[in-house]
């Protein structure tokens, strides 16, 4: 330290005489999204079906809907790709306002494989920011747009993309009154959705860290209790052998773990059930309400939520249930504790002057911020990345759940298409 | 015992009626049997069966929100299923215990777990055997009423007796 | 419209393909090994060369006599100020008399700035700046230049928003400008900057965020009679307080 000062001052002396440079500290700023060029890629082999405009165009929703980018309008375009090996005109770009520009490529190979490129510019620095290449089958090429997605999200914003992630939620159909809810599966942006159940009440679904297993809780045979669900095989299967209820359950970042909470005699509190071994191991032994479990990135800590002081509110344990302590101390009852992939937060449920809503807060408890404004926002869910929350929201009347997504800083709060209604999403880590 | 079974019946039928303006939608409609035989046989209840606890016993207790506590004028309701099930000691039950809206999903969970845990105990109290009665909790899933105000709220605060086996039909 | 980085750009443009071909392979060997399951192959393609890149740019640039040298040109001598007779004691207070400036939000602002500033040039402002090197004389006598750019460069500079440690992603960007405003070459990064962008991808987005509006802000409008003042800038970045974090 004391070195450095002394070069500075050293340089000071040495230099002012010689040249001024001006300093110019900037500390206000425009907080805008990208504006984007991606036109639809070349086609480059005459059996193209349509990837080379699909994977644009998915390319340019994805962007568009993480609230960061502003994908400009194709027909805008004054410049048309035809060889993604030359370099763009840039000032064809920057007339457009437009400071990134993705062209690519699809063509088919001749052992039937779909191989697609593209390329990342900056238009203003006039450099190639990214450059990848890829090859799968053609009926993977979504899932290659979602790829393309999440590096150029990388690219500009230093953390990882989620394009490429999967939502488990329930899917929710039928009168208010005797509402009929399904295990469903679909990808971040809402395509492939898929039923995994049929008939039985089921709730509260959650991916385990390869996202091939589904943990969640069925009424099947009129007893509550925590299922997986193999996404592989298909094959469920009832978690222990409990006499009572147990719900909300939870993976550890490691997979080997389920917390889980268990009832006995109107009692819930929170235990840990080795998946290697089928062991449990009691958390809690308070006379109260211990529930909603989630563990720290690292392993090492859950937070839950707990009424043992009068009221809903946050606390954090070790993994061994030792120093249980509470960490909410906002306005309200606070619930649904969420630990950020990133460690940084925890969203929670807030219920506070009537309304339900999401906030973050630092594990501390501090610097806590509401993000939504719904009548009853509940359950949130993280992106892999630690930047975006997915939600329940119930709209007031009985007129059904919708999914709804928001970014951490409060803006981009937008509802996630969901074929009907729907409830309890789930975010999976990156597929694998 | 007469009156206050009278009683209880216009109660059932208020509440029915309470029910009834609470669903928005129209009962589905039953097809037409004219030539069905009507059977007339609204008054004779089969005694032991699932809707002799239902109507001339009552099934339902209610609850504040956000608490578990049995309340006063419910304690006699819960004294009269005790009573029938010391009469039909064959019968099982289960208590289902329900939440409003307003409270999230785990959490309601619990709460109802709490609520048909306080039936139970209340039961066991008054002379039911332990064994014969099971809970199982739904939270908020399985409201009655879906309107948002605090009247439809307070009828879905509640606990259920159901019939599990042994009833008379 | 930037438009004539010519020479001078090789150096800095190979060292952006090497680092660009050693994030892309990173993130490559990343998806590799997390796709084993899904029959995905991905690899990095070979940068476009760099050559067409500097021919496309100049065949399409409004013609230049000469492209501007890379360096900056020869500092003119520097003008001594007049030798001031020695005071009792050296004045240090120059700085509190110079007001900092308003944070501006429109041309016309900045512009009302320079003609009161050159009208009533800030009392004091080159006083006793025999005894006082450095860093107060220059900012005693450059406030409104500062302003100036402060004021035209934060309205095309949009931060990384909601990284997880904003106050680290100060940004420092070194750039030479031509008389008419323009960037006279691919602003260089700071030593630390650059240091801290190689290793932490934040950083690295939060330095293009940076760039970017340094090129999408130019040329800026100064005092050319004062030219030797602002042709070399150092512009610092704190992301933090845009966010309010």
């Known amino acids: 330290m004391r070195n450095w000062v002394l070069a500075v001052l050293l340089t000071m002396i040495v230099a002012a005489p010689a040249r001024a440079v001006l300093q110019v500290d900037v500390n206000q700023g425009n907080i805008q999204p990208l504006p984007i060029a991606i036109p639809d890629f070349v086609a480059a082999s005459p059996g193209d079906t349509g990837a080379s405009q699909n994977i644009a165009k998915v390319v340019r929703a994805d962007l568009?809907?993480?609230?960061?980018?502003?994908?400009?309008?194709?027909?805008?375009?004054?410049?048309?790709?035809?060889?993604?090996?030359?370099?763009?005109?840039?000032?064809?770009?920057?007339?457009?306002?437009?400071?990134?520009?993705?062209?690519?490529?699809?063509?088919?190979?001749?052992?039937?494989?779909?191989?697609?490129?593209?390329?990342?510019?900056?238009?203003?620095?006039?450099?190639?920011?990214?450059?990848?290449?890829?090859?799968?089958?053609?009926?993977?090429?979504?899932?290659?747009?979602?790829?393309?997605?999440?590096?150029?999200?990388?690219?500009?914003?230093?953390?990882?993309?989620?394009?490429?992630?999967?939502?488990?939620?329930?899917?929710?159909?039928?009168?208010?009154?005797?509402?009929?809810?399904?295990?469903?599966?679909?990808?971040?942006?809402?395509?492939?959705?898929?039923?995994?159940?049929?008939?039985?009440?089921?709730?509260?679904?959650?991916?385990?860290?390869?996202?091939?297993?589904?943990?969640?809780?069925?009424?099947?045979?009129?007893?509550?209790?925590?299922?997986?669900?193999?996404?592989?095989?298909?094959?469920?299967?009832?978690?222990?052998?409990f006499p009572n209820m147990t719900f909300s359950p939870r993976f550890s970042p490691d997979g080997n773990f389920v917390a889980m909470s268990l009832e006995q005699g109107g009692n819930s509190d929170i235990y840990v059930m080795d998946l290697r071994t089928r062991k449990t191991t009691r958390l809690t032994f308070d006379p109260s309400i211990d529930t909603s479990p989630s563990f720290s990135p690292d392993g090492k800590q859950i937070t839950f939520e707990s009424d043992r002081g009068g009221s809903q509110q946050i606390y954090i344990m070790n993994a061994d249930g030792s120093n249980q302590h509470r960490v909410s101390f906002g306005e309200g009852r606070n619930g649904t504790p969420v630990w950020s992939p990133r460690g940084d937060l925890i969203a929670f449920t807030k219920q506070s002057n009537g309304a339900f809503r999401i906030g973050v807060m630092r594990p501390d408890g501090t610097t806590e911020r509401v993000l939504s404004n719904g009548w009853e926002d509940e359950g949130p869910t993280w992106a892999p990345n630690g930047r975006v929350l997915m939600f329940t929201r119930t709209i007031q009347g009985g007129r059904g759940s919708q999914i709804w997504s928001i970014d951490v800083t409060g803006s981009n709060q937008r509802r996630v298409a969901t074929p009907g209604d729907a409830s309890d999403p789930a975010w999976s880590p990156l597929i694998q | 015992m007469k009156n206050f079974s009278a009683g209880l019946k216009l109660a059932a039928i208020a509440f029915a009626v309470v029910l009834a303006g609470c669903e928005t939608k129209p009962p589905p409609a039953q097809p037409a049997q004219p030539q069905a035989p009507i059977v007339t046989q609204a008054p004779s209840i089969v005694p032991g069966s699932a809707e002799d606890l239902r109507v001339n016993v009552g099934d339902t207790v209610h609850f504040d929100y956000n608490?578990?506590?049995?309340?006063?004028?419910?304690?006699?309701?819960?004294?009269?299923?005790?009573?029938?099930?010391?009469?039909?000691?064959?019968?099982?039950?289960?208590?289902?215990?329900?939440?409003?809206?307003?409270?999230?999903?785990?959490?309601?969970?619990?709460?109802?777990?709490?609520?048909?845990?306080?039936?139970?105990?209340?039961?066991?109290?008054?002379?039911?055997?332990?064994?014969?009665?099971?809970?199982?909790?739904?939270?908020?899933?399985?409201?009655?009423?879906?309107?948002?105000?605090?009247?439809?709220?307070?009828?879905?605060?509640?606990?259920?007796?159901?019939?599990?086996?042994?009833?008379?039909? | 419209?930037?438009?004539?980085?010519?020479?001078?750009?090789?150096?800095?443009?190979?060292?952006?393909?090497?680092?660009?071909?050693?994030?892309?392979?990173?993130?490559?060997?990343?998806?590799?090994?997390?796709?084993?399951?899904?029959?995905?192959?991905?690899?990095?393609?070979?940068?476009?060369?760099?050559?067409?890149?500097?021919?496309?740019?100049?065949?399409?640039?409004?013609?230049?006599?000469?492209?501007?040298?890379?360096?900056?040109?020869?500092?003119?001598?520097?003008?001594?100020?007049?030798?001031?007779?020695?005071?009792?004691?050296?004045?240090?207070?120059?700085?509190?008399?110079?007001?900092?400036?308003p944070p501006m939000k429109a041309q016309s602002d900045v512009d009302k700035l320079i003609a009161s500033l050159a009208e009533h040039p800030p009392p004091n402002a080159r006083a006793g700046t025999r005894n006082i090197k450095g860093v107060g004389e220059q900012s005693a006598m450059t406030a409104d230049l500062k302003a100036i750019l402060k004021s035209?460069?934060?309205?095309?500079?949009?931060?990384?928003?909601?990284?997880?440690?904003?106050?680290?992603?100060?940004?420092?960007?070194?750039?030479?400008?031509?008389?008419?405003?323009?960037?006279?070459?691919?602003?260089?990064?700071?030593?630390?900057s650059a240091a801290a962008v190689a290793r932490d991808p934040y950083m690295r987005a939060a330095a293009d965020a940076a760039q970017r509006a340094i090129y999408m802000c130019a040329p800026y409008s100064l005092p050319a009679d004062r030219y030797n003042d602002w042709r070399d800038v150092l512009f610092t970045f704190y992301p933090a307080d845009v966010l309010g974090q």
């Open chain 2, 67 to 169: 608490k578990y506590a049995i309340l006063a004028p419910d304690m006699a309701t819960l004294q009269r299923q005790a009573a029938w099930l010391a009469k039909y000691p064959s019968v099982r039950v289960t208590i289902e215990g329900h939440a409003d809206e307003r409270g999230t999903r785990e959490y309601n969970l619990a709460l109802g777990a709490r609520r048909a845990n306080a039936v139970k105990e209340t039961l066991v109290s008054l002379g039911v055997s332990a064994g014969r009665v099971d809970t199982i909790s739904y939270g908020k899933e399985r409201p009655i009423c879906t309107d948002s105000n605090e009247s439809c709220w307070a009828q879905n605060r509640r606990g259920v007796t159901i019939i599990a086996s042994g009833a008379n039909s």
């Open chain 1, 64 to 241: 568009e809907r993480s609230g960061l980018f502003k994908p400009l309008n194709p027909k805008s375009f004054i410049e048309q790709i035809t060889n993604i090996n030359i370099a763009p005109n840039f000032s064809n770009w920057r007339v457009l306002t437009a400071q990134g520009l993705v062209t690519g490529q699809a063509a088919l190979q001749a052992d039937g494989r779909l191989r697609v490129d593209f390329r990342l510019w900056d238009v203003y620095g006039e450099n190639q920011m990214l450059g990848l290449q890829f090859y799968t089958q053609p009926v993977n090429w979504r899932r290659i747009a979602h790829m393309i997605s999440d590096a150029i999200y990388q690219r500009i914003t230093g953390e990882k993309g989620y394009f490429d992630t999967r939502i488990v939620f329930i899917s929710e159909s039928g009168p208010a009154l005797s509402r009929k809810k399904r295990l469903a599966i679909m990808d971040e942006d809402g395509a492939n959705p898929s039923f995994l159940t049929n008939g039985y009440l089921v709730l509260t679904p959650r991916f385990n860290p390869s996202a091939q297993m589904i943990a969640y809780m069925s009424y099947i045979a009129g007893k509550p209790r925590v299922y997986l669900f193999d996404l592989e095989s298909g094959r469920q299967e009832k978690l222990g052998d």
């Open chain 3, 152 to 192: 035209e460069v934060y309205r095309c500079w949009s931060p990384p928003v909601g990284s997880p440690h904003p106050e680290r992603l100060i940004v420092k960007f070194e750039l030479f400008l031509r008389r008419d405003g323009s960037v006279a070459q691919p602003p260089q990064l700071a030593a630390d």
């Open chain 3, 1 to 101: 419209m930037r438009n004539s980085a010519t020479a001078g750009r090789q150096a800095p443009l190979i060292g952006l393909i090497v680092s660009a071909l050693l994030h892309g392979g990173v993130v490559a060997a990343l998806l590799i090994t997390l796709t084993h399951k899904m029959d995905f192959v991905i690899e990095d393609i070979p940068v476009v060369p760099v050559d067409l890149v500097t021919v496309a740019d100049r065949t399409n640039i409004a013609p230049m006599a000469a492209p501007e040298p890379v360096t900056p040109p020869p500092e003119p001598a520097m003008v001594e100020p007049a030798p001031q007779p020695d005071l009792a004691a050296p004045k240090i207070d120059i700085a509190p008399n110079v007001k900092p400036a």
